[in-house]
């Protein structure tokens, strides 16, 4: 490969494009660490192509990428100011890692979000960090390197497995791995692998991170999280049990999840005043409106545990209670406990106040319950906790306020809730139009996080049907559910804009006539 310098190199940019519902404008950049080019991500790229844009990036000297005549960390910045998108998100591992730290805090304005894998604030001892590897170990590493470079990459390939419980599997999965490095360009990242110190770019950091440690990296103690913590306690930092230096190949799935978790924050943000709000103005349309929801929370209902109607339920909260349709049927179901309708909105339950008279009523937010640890029998939520910004947080109210033995017991919407709505308007400006709802997978986590056993969640689609668009938008208006997300654009949607979303749903269009709308509904029961 030439060696000459170029001046505007022509990267190895892969491009894998969303291929379901595409939830962030600005797209992921995945870039790769010393040793082995964007291979290492396997099948990580396909997975986050389900909500975004993305692309890996190879560094210089790696596949086909031209090599650089200088690789000094100024020089590699401003190699990455030249291919990097306008705006993007970046995923780094170990070494691209740490060069997107230094990015993001040199090029705030490019940055939306910093993710990285396996990635110290350097990789050598020194400089009032002494949890990363030691100089005389590196040194015989790059030494190694300069004597033979496949003997050097297999010691670098087992060092990355180390410790990792897959070892093996691992060890199969990077010799399948063929790709090439240039002599130099190696030599030269391996340099700066030992230079780059981003102690102080990691604490003046103003975008929202995330790191990623495995438990037993032989590369990156796991002990370096304290200097991240010192350094910038606003960094989210996750570590992943029995894993190495590689934790998005043996532990893929939690690797996906931990940064869908990290990106949708981001994105949607929930405005709760606007959740409140809206439900308090849909409160008295809401019951005739809201035939799906009665028809599940009755399902609801009717799989809690019968044995419990007797003496041994007394306290029940109906947790977003809305209009106190199902406190009746609870109090009916247990006649002898006490039950508790919560709501965040004042207005409906006012209104359900006007309702059921007898019934009693709190105005609280699910996820900072104002109840006693260890003090109610059952929690039943219908529709109401998709609206709960950190569902981790509030699994932890839930099993905190729960007696040992009680059980929980709610429905919520899923992601694939109104996935026509949501396309039909990707189609018309790209803009956040439709509430994200949290996954099956990110409710058992949560709730297995929190402690609960016995978690029975199951998924199923609904379609409604309706006679026009129109008709749905005028339905969803009249339970309260707004696009309640304070990270939405604020233009208002005119009339041009609701005939071009008329004319892109148009594509749904059955032969009867009618318009389909998909309801995800996640159901669950679960036990402290």
């Known amino acids: ?251 893929a799935d939690e690797v996906h999840r931990l940064i869908n978790s990290f990106l949708q924050p981001q994105q949607y943000r929930l405005d709760k005043t606007k959740v409140a709000e809206s439900f308090g103005r849909a409160a008295s349309r809401y019951d005739s409106a809201a035939v799906l929801q009665h028809k599940i929370g009755e399902q609801l209902l009717s799989n809690l545990n019968r044995e419990d109607s007797d003496n041994s339920v007394t306290t029940v909260i109906d947790l977003g209670c809305g209009t106190g349709y199902h406190c009746p049927q609870l109090q009916k179901q247990y006649p002898k406990a006490e039950i508790i309708g919560v709501d965040i909105s004042s207005a409906m339950l006012s209104y359900a106040a006007t309702q059921y008279p007898q019934g009693n009523w709190l105005c609280a937010d699910a996820e900072d319950l104002p109840f006693e640890d260890n003090s109610q029998s059952l929690i039943f939520s219908n529709f109401a906790l998709q609206w709960c910004e950190n569902i981790e947080q509030l699994a932890s109210q839930l099993y905190r306020v729960l007696k040992p033995q009680a059980q929980l017991c709610f429905a919520v919407p899923g992601p694939e809730t109104l996935t026509e709505l949501r396309s039909a308007w990707q189609q018309v400006d790209g803009r956040v139009h439709v509430n994200r709802f949290n996954s099956l997978l990110d409710w058992q986590s949560a709730l297995q996080n929190a402690g609960f056993s016995q978690v029975e969640l199951q998924s199923e689609n609904i379609i409604q049907q309706h006679q026009s668009v129109r008709e749905l938008l005028m339905e969803l208006k009249d339970v309260g559910a707004h696009n309640n997300n304070a990270g939405k654009q604020t233009t208002l949607t005119g009339k041009q804009h609701l005939q071009a979303l008329y004319a892109a749903y148009d594509g749904y269009r059955q032969a009867d006539g009618r318009f389909p709308a998909t309801w995800e509904i996640i159901s669950c029961t679960a036990c402290k």
């Open 1 to 251: 490969m030439n060696t000459a310098a170029v001046m505007t190199p022509k990267v190895l940019l892969t491009d894998y494009p969303c291929t379901g519902i595409r939830l962030y404008t600005q797209p992921i950049v995945l870039i790769h660490g010393w040793g082995v080019d964007s291979q290492i991500w396997q099948s990580l790229p396909q997975q986050l192509s389900q909500t975004a844009d993305i692309l890996t990036l190879d560094l210089p000297g790696f596949a086909q990428s031209p090599a650089l005549e200088d690789y000094s960390q100024a020089s590699l910045m401003e190699w990455m100011a030249e291919v990097l998108p306008e705006r993007c998100y970046l995923l780094g591992l170990s070494l691209g890692g740490m060069l997107s730290c230094a990015f993001a805090a040199q090029h705030p304005e490019r940055v939306e979000g910093l993710m990285t894998l396996s990635s110290n604030l350097s990789f050598v001892t020194g400089n009032n960090n002494s949890q990363a590897m030691p100089a005389e170990q590196y040194r015989g590493f790059t030494a190694s390197w300069e004597e033979n470079n496949q003997d050097c990459l297999k010691r670098f390939c087992g060092l990355q497995t180390q410790g990792d419980s897959q070892q093996r599997q691992l060890i199969r999965q990077l010799r399948g791995m063929t790709g090439e490095l240039h002599a130099e360009s190696g030599g030269a990242l391996l340099k700066l692998l030992g230079e780059i110190d981003n102690q102080t770019a990691i604490t003046g950091l103003n975008c929202p991170t995330l790191a990623i440690f495995g438990e037993q990296d032989a590369l990156v103690p796991v002990a370096c999280t304290d200097r991240f913590r010192d350094l910038n306690s606003l960094v989210e930092i996750a570590v992943i049990e029995d894993a190495g230096h590689l934790p998005h190949l043996s532990r």
